[in-house]
């Protein structure tokens, strides 16, 4: 199978083509971050990437794999997390078969969200390795909040999109040298701004409404928008938006709409992506609601 390796960094794609990795899939969020999963096995890799920082996670598997530039007493496996700074060189002995994640992001832009979310001046930030590091939190975000997503799926946008803030602000956090301590946000959106933000979403609930999008509607960071959105809906705002293409879908499933037209005007990719969601929230498929509802 063939794939558009146009979003895979430069610098990786001669790097991947000469080893036996094969692409599984990939999707660029936006200029600054750009995400892939691979296949791999019995293989030797030199990765170096100078315009990209690179946090990957092996997703299945993983045992085996040794770092050769240097000594690392950690050991390799499923769950395990690297993170690879720009301009770094790794070489890796690579040994059974695996799948792996990679979430590739500019300087620029975790530098723009220090910025936006910490208010310090973030041009001395310098980011640790990490090799085969254990860490819950992190490898929960990118497996469910990232690889486990349908990338298809435009409407996943800004599930994946909270999903990589939360995972740079973490590591802004406790894997740079500033260790940066996240503010504490007090109280919820003006009441003027929630009015802005409620309009805005219930008119827009189909399209895809990435995290910035709506922050940047009250001017504020995302990491402050999420806290004080959350305190004034008593939600996130992906949840938010997730329970309002329901509300609108049963609303329509009542009306007699087909399901097919229910779903385009929901913002789900297909009936069976609507099927999946509502389901979830109602403990019925579309088509039994119908019925009761006819």
Not at 152 to 179: E, G
Not at 193 to 210: G, M, S, V, W
Not at 212 to 239: D, I, N, R, W
């Amino acid at each position: 199978m063939n794939f558009d390796m146009t979003n895979i960094p430069p610098a990786l794609q001669s790097m991947f083509s000469a080893s036996k990795a094969k692409l599984l899939k990939e999707k660029n969020l936006n200029k600054h971050v750009s995400l892939s999963m691979w296949t791999n096995e019995h293989d030797y890799i030199e990765f170096q990437n100078t315009k990209h920082h690179t946090l990957s996670l092996y997703i299945k598997g993983g045992y085996n794999n040794f770092r050769l530039d240097k000594t690392i007493s950690n050991i390799s496996g499923e769950n395990k997390l690297c993170l690879m700074p720009k301009d770094g060189k790794y070489i890796w002995s690579i040994g059974k078969p695996f799948q792996l994640g990679h979430l590739y992001f500019t300087d620029e832009y975790l530098k723009q969200i220090a910025m936006q979310t910490f208010d310090k001046d973030p041009r001395d930030i310098h980011l640790q390795e990490l090799t085969f590091e254990e860490n819950q939190t992190l490898a929960s975000l990118m497996r469910y909040g990232i690889f486990e997503n349908d990338w298809k799926n435009n409407q996943n946008h800004h599930f994946i999109d909270h999903a990589v803030q939360m995972i740079l602000l973490k590591i802004l956090q406790n894997h740079s040298n500033n260790r940066f301590k996240l503010p504490t946000v007090k109280g919820g959106l003006s009441h003027r701004n929630q009015t802005l933000i409620k309009d805005y979403i219930h008119t827009y609930f189909a399209e895809n409404l990435p995290l910035s999008q709506l922050a940047a509607l009250v001017g504020l960071s995302e990491y402050h928008f999420a806290h004080m959105f959350k305190t004034s809906f008593a939600s996130a705002p992906h949840q938010y938006i997730q329970a309002l293409r329901i509300s609108n879908a049963a609303t329509q499933i009542k009306a007699g709409i087909a399901l097919v037209n229910v779903a385009a005007n929901c913002g789900f990719s297909s009936q069976s992506h609507l099927g999946r969601i509502f389901k979830q929230y109602k403990g019925v498929t579309p088509h039994k609601y119908k019925l009761t509802h006819a």
